[in-house]
């Protein structure tokens, strides 16, 4: 059980008799939930002291206890006395007037279990067997008495009990008097059930969104709460419940626990709860981390929870070993929520539900006040209840303005404050405040200066608001909430401030607080200052008036305040960020941001074609080589048929395809929104949170069936009407056959595409397409379809040519377990579609005419085919196979420069030296000489072992020069049975090739491989030829295989005396990349390991004794990219070489070496055993020790840095054996230790409780 919520028996003893009660009811609820047991076995009784037949809670469960701890039996009874029980005291309380209580016998019938349980007992084990003993004399004269297991359960038994579950032991602490501040257990708890003192109020307007659903769902909030609880109740689920400040959201919470609210209730014995607007005692990412290690089932709510934080709690509750559940709250969700999250949207109550909370929370308010309030109250409790303070009794609201209640809040002894009011007002221009102090007086100095106050009586304004409930406060931070009271005010002030103050008042602002103002105008999209604002941010000279010169900052300040003026700033958009425009920004944040904006900007329909438009532009300007691609998939979002954040209609959008398809520079986007356009399959969403205060959603739908058909028909015939050279309409169409025949509606559609497909030849993507579909119907089992087997009957190629392009071009055809007429013929052990390839070679090699059209398709084409099966069946079927060998060759002689796919070449000398290897041998000796084509001689030689002669051929080739190193990489896997002084002979060959030592190592560690594999040893000459391409190899080229290959590479070459020169050189060389910025150690997680490993005194001496003079040296040394390898090295080794100059060497390894041991698999860092060996033998263990933040800082930590420095503190102290160095060590930086702990703690604390 983490320490901070630790239960021992004095805590148990301070409970009242009804809290002790209520402890072993609620521990047999989690006992039971814990292991998936009916929770309706459990009930509670009476007083403990009372009359009431001796059980006070009763398990009658109907299904085996598996597993259960502390409830020995299916039937057990619980007696629970505070005082503590003797002997004496036992008997007379089972036996009262000398019989045996009836509930007792009941459970010796049944077979049960009897426990006698007692607040005040603390017994040792002699005691404990005295009172086990008199519960088993008690009942020692029944018949049947052996069938009654019983127990005795002291104090400090049931602390061990309640400390299995956390919200129990909360729960008990908070009773006791020794709570944790800031955490707690939900709800009211009394006996089995979970009570608040109002209850839930809801009615059918009430309603909760999943957003988890696509499209998202609106739901009565009784149907969410099920949906919550049944995502909560396992373990590693995480849910954020979103919604304006005041509308409840706490409340529902509060009502997932609550057993008289729907069924399946959660328990609240599992659970912990904070509000981050209390500052809890300890982070909930620290008692998270904590209840992960502990292995311990848990629910973690956590109130007003930033974005920031709960991603970090995401991240641990799904860590490896997480039995947690996650729910925060607050009040908005934001663009970087983790993909892991469940959302939840809670929406505004109805008027009806407010006006009854009203009349339950404020009796004092009559039920037409109560209205009034309810009325302009929007649904937001937190804003009626505002209000309804400020009711005074028997006062009638009667037909007040909206604004004359509002003003009511700031009254002080029935007369207006106006100085709170305006302060208020003033206080709302920002999202949140920060009311600590600095060098230059701090946030609320800034915002004094308005109206020429001071900071001490802003903040005592801020004190008066929270005590009215609109402001809420988390730490340092304020912040005025709710959203409709904090708008109301903001456009006050805005009223109220001359435009020159408000712009010279913004144009000194901090970052922090200009960010914070943009968020909060962003609201006020309504407000003609708030517009009037915008525009003159927007002109010439303004801070929005240069679109393309905004950084990332700026323009996520745009996108904040864009809600104001959308039109504005998308119509300066379109005129401003041209292509080059965006193809010149400086990093991919800034075209990620603008794609944000322009996608919310897309939403209203007008606004549909200069957004998508400008969206396309920035997908032309990502580019291909792009990360994320953000550009496209947004792009694509605005054609789906669900979740695309716009409210274009369907015909609109097909209209702007058109239209795109006539635009030259943005044309490649057609195939993007096609694509999306034909997409069934179920569209996830890119839609990004809020804008502002403008009404959002998941943009249009469909309403009916008739409308999803009409969708795809449309997208169908769009498709194949833009069919051109440009855009390969068949391919698309081809991609979503399956799913868009599965909708009836499509069928005709597309066959009326195969019809116009089909026109300009046969459509070959579509024919492969409707057997794989017609494949996938048999392999479900469905009923056959017969229109679909006439459509393949239509779309059949009827010719070599087009079966060709069918089989052998296209990597889908066919498949392994389909019986379809493409897997007709061909080879033992081939697959059927390959041996359809390599049957439609061998009548190629017999059709003149269909050769000659087909085989320049092949091998121009990129990407996997099948070649090789074709190549083979052309040589197997030929009746001159040297004559199709020129045909062949004579296809490559052309164009050089362009790429060419040889695999068809592989296939066919494969099977011309099985059918006459002497005439294969020949062409390919002729292969060697010709210029042309003897780049293709290494790929061709590795179809088989080769032989001397081939080794000749290619040392030969290699000689010559005239062939790039990269075409010998083929050989990686041909070269196993070869001689190894002819393979060493052309690896030195390969090695002499520019870029040749890169891959002549490749081939060699194919070699060695193999070699390994077959436990055989490596013949020396290629041992001399790796050593020398080591001395060669250019690490700048360093490839993570590459680096991968090198721990063999190095293992092999490198090792003993003899490689004790290339192995410096190769270090010398590394060393030389790291330190010209051509290369960094964390490309060389494999070599570097090996180095140490295999030439630990080498590697030492070049890489530990190399200085630290240069800057750049200095850079890359930082990230201690030596720690790891050298922790792997034995500490004798490291001793002996620190030896020769201890004062030297003993520093050298200090500020390499780490303390802490990080691995992607333990973030947490593992303790060097090889730092602490090394540690006692150096001369001066306080400076090998060094500072407390350079030997204890990790370099990630998933909990906070502050626990972690804890741990690992405790760790060291608790060393078996103990260092003296690191007990000195830390009682002399004690101090220091605990600086920084209170500064990280500080530091973590007011990032959870920042609003922003």
């Not at 860590?319 to 949207?345: A, I, K, M, Q």
């Not at 904006?597 to 920035?618: E, G, K, P, V």
């Not at 739908?701 to 051109?724: K, M, R, Y």
Request: net charge negative; charged share 25%.
């Amino acid at each position: 059980m983490p320490h901070i919520l630790d239960v021992t028996g004095d805590d148990i003893a301070k409970l009242r008799d009804e809290d002790l009660r209520t402890l072993v009811a609620r521990l047999a609820l989690a006992e039971l939930g814990a292991r998936g047991l009916p929770l309706s076995a459990v009930t509670a009784g009476g007083h403990q002291d009372a009359s009431d037949g001796g059980i006070d809670v009763s398990v009658e469960c109907t299904v085996p206890l598996v597993g259960a701890d502390f409830i020995p039996r299916m039937v057990t009874g619980f007696q629970v006395k505070r005082p503590d029980m003797k002997p004496v005291g036992i008997k007379a309380e089972m036996r009262p007037k000398g019989d045996l209580r009836p509930s007792i016998k009941a459970l010796i019938a049944q077979g049960g279990a009897y426990v006698m349980v007692s607040a005040q007992g603390s017994v040792t084990k002699t005691r404990l067997d005295e009172r086990r003993a008199a519960i088993v004399d008690a009942v020692s004269d029944e018949t049947d008495a052996g069938n009654l297991a019983s127990d005795f359960y002291d104090r400090d038994r049931l602390a061990t009990w309640a400390n299995h579950y956390p919200g129990v032991a909360s729960w008990v602490r908070s009773r006791s008097g020794r709570g944790v501040a800031g955490w707690s257990a939900p709800g009211m708890w009394i006996g089995t059930s979970v009570n608040r003192d109002l209850p839930f109020l809801t009615d059918d307007n009430t309603c909760v969104v999943d957003e988890t659903n696509s499209p998202p769902e609106s739901v009565p909030v009784i149907e969410g709460i099920a949906r919550l609880r049944k995502i909560l109740s396992q373990p590693c689920e995480c849910v954020r419940l979103v919604g304006l400040s005041g509308l409840g959201k706490t409340r529902l919470v509060q009502a997932l626990f609550e057993n008289a609210i729907g069924t399946s209730a959660l328990d609240p014995g599992v659970t912990l709860y904070t509000d981050y607007g209390t500052e809890p005692a300890t982070s909930a990412r620290d008692l998270a981390q904590q209840l992960v290690e502990e292995g311990m089932r848990a629910i973690l709510v956590v109130d007003n929870c930033n974005a920031a934080t709960h991603a970090v709690l995401t991240a641990i509750c799904r860590s490896d070993g997480s039995r947690l559940s996650l729910l925060t709250v607050e009040y908005d969700v934001s663009d970087d929520e983790p993909e892991e999250t469940n959302v939840f949207r809670l929406q505004s109550a109805s008027p009806d539900i407010v006006t009854e909370w009203l009349a339950r929370a404020h009796p004092s308010v009559s039920r037409v006040n109560a209205a009034t309030i309810a009325s302009i109250s929007d649904g937001n409790f937190r804003v009626a209840g505002a209000l309804a303070g400020t009711v005074r009794k028997g006062e009638t609201l009667g037909q007040l303005r909206s604004d004359d209640l509002f003003d009511r809040l700031f009254r002080q002894r029935k007369v207006d404050d106006q100085s709170l009011r305006m302060d208020a007002e003033d206080l709302a221009l920002l999202y949140s405040v920060d009311t600590a102090m600095d060098a230059d007086g701090g946030e609320l100095s800034h915002m004094a200066r308005l109206r020429n106050g001071t900071a001490d009586g802003l903040f005592a304004s801020l004190a008066t608001l929270a005590e009215r409930g609109i402001v809420q406060a988390r730490g340092r931070w304020r912040a005025v909430l709710p959203h409709a009271i904090a708008n109301r005010l903001t456009a006050r002030a805005l009223k109220r401030i001359r435009p020159e103050a408000l712009d010279g008042f913004i144009a000194v602002l901090p970052r922090r607080m200009l960010h914070s103002f943009m968020h909060r105008i962003g609201y006020l999209h309504d407000v003609d200052e708030a517009q009037a604002l915008m525009k003159r941010l927007m002109a010439p000279g303004g801070r929005f008036g240069d679109l393309a010169s905004l950084d990332i900052a700026g323009i996520r300040l745009l996108t904040m305040a864009a809600p104001i003026a959308p039109e504005a700033v998308l119509s300066r958009a379109t005129t401003t960020l041209t292509l080059d425009v965006l193809r010149a920004m400086d990093r991919i944040e800034c075209l990620g941001t603008w794609v944000r904006l322009i996608h919310a900007l897309a939403f209203d329909a007008s606004s549909f074609d200069q957004a998508a438009t400008l969206l396309a532009r920035c997908v032309i300007a990502e580019g291909t080589k792009a990360r994320y691609h953000e550009a496209r998939r947004t792009f694509a979002a605005l054609f789906q048929i669900q979740l695309s954040g716009t409210h274009a209609t369907p015909d609109m959008r097909r209209t702007f395809v058109r239209m795109l398809a006539t635009m030259p520079a943005v044309a490649a986007c057609v195939p993007v929104a096609l694509d999306s356009l034909l997409d069934a399959n179920g569209n996830s969403s890119v839609w990004h949170a809020g804008f502002g205060a403008r009404p959002r959603d998941w943009g249009w739908l469909p309403s009916t069936d008739e409308d999803v058909g009409a969708w795809f028909q449309d997208a169908i015939a769009l498709t194949v009407e833009l069919a051109s050279d440009a855009l390969d309409a068949g391919s698309l169409l081809a991609r979503h056959f399956g799913t868009l025949w599965r909708l009836e509606p499509c069928q005709d559609a597309l066959e009326a595409a195969v019809d116009r497909l089909s026109e300009t030849g046969v459509w070959i993507e579509g024919w492969i397409a409707a057997l794989r579909t017609q494949y996938l119907i048999r392999l479900v089992q469905a009923p056959a379809d017969p229109r679909l087997a006439r459509l393949i009957e239509r779309l059949a190629p009827s010719d070599l040519f087009d079966r060709a392009r069918g089989v052998v071009l296209n990597p889908n055809a066919g498949n392994d377990d389909d019986d379809s007429e493409l897997a007709q013929g061909g080879e033992p052990g081939w697959g059927k579609a390959d041996a359809a390839a390599f049957a439609i070679g061998r009548e190629l090699a017999l059709d003149e005419a269909s050769r000659t059209a087909f085989l320049p398709r092949l091998v121009d084409t990129d990407g996997w085919t099948r070649a090789y099966p074709c190549g083979y069946g052309l040589a197997e079927g030929a009746v001159d196979p040297g004559a199709i060998w020129t045909e062949l060759l004579d296809l490559f002689r052309t164009d050089i420069e362009r790429t060419k796919n040889a695999t068809v070449l592989m296939g066919f000398v494969r099977a011309w030296q099985a059918r006459d290897a002497s005439s294969a041998d020949a062409a390919l000796e002729d292969l060697s000489t010709d210029a042309d084509v003897s780049r293709f001689l290494p790929a061709l030689e590795s179809v088989d072992v080769p032989g001397e002669a081939g080794l000749e051929r290619l040392i030969g080739l290699a000689k010559q020069g005239i062939v790039p190193a990269g075409y010998f990489l083929p050989l990686r896997h041909a070269l196993r049975r070869a001689p190894p002084g002819r393979v060493a002979d052309l690896l030195r060959e390969i090695g002499m090739l520019p870029n040749g030592p890169a891959v002549a190592l490749e081939v060699l560690h194919g070699r060695l491989y193999q070699e390994k594999s077959d436990q055989e040893l490596t013949d020396p000459a290629l041992v001399d030829a790796g050593r020398f391409l080591f001395n060669r190899f250019d690490f700048s080229s360093m490839t993570t295989m590459r680096d991968y290959y090198m721990e063999l590479l190095i293992a092999v070459c490198l090792a003993g005396t003899d490689g004790a020169p290339a192995a410096k050189a190769t270090c010398l060389r590394l060393l030389d990349g790291f330190d010209t910025s051509r290369l960094h150690p964390h490309d060389c997680t494999h070599t570097l390991p090996a180095l140490f490993t295999v030439q630990p005194k080498v590697a030492l001496d070049v890489l530990l004794l190399a200085g630290t003079n240069d800057q750049t040296r200095r850079y890359w040394l930082a990230s201690h990219p030596f720690a790891e390898p050298l922790s792997n090295v034995p500490s004798t080794t490291l001793v002996d070489w620190a030896g020769a100059e201890p004062v030297l060497r003993f520093d050298a390894l200090s500020a390499h070496m780490v303390l802490y041991v990080e691995k992607r698999a333990a973030a947490q860092g593992t303790l060097s055993r090889t730092f602490l060996d090394v540690l006692e033998h150096a001369p001066d263990g306080r400076s090998f020790l060094g500072t407390v933040f350079h030997r204890l800082q990790p370099k990630t930590c998933s909990t906070t840095l502050a626990a972690l420095i804890e741990l690992r503190v405790t760790e060291l102290r608790s060393l078996d054996p103990p260092s003296p160095s690191v007990l000195r060590w830390l009682d002399d930086r004690a101090d220091d230790i605990a600086r920084w702990m209170d500064s990280e703690r500080t530091r973590t604390r007011e990032d959870e409780q920042a609003f922003e």
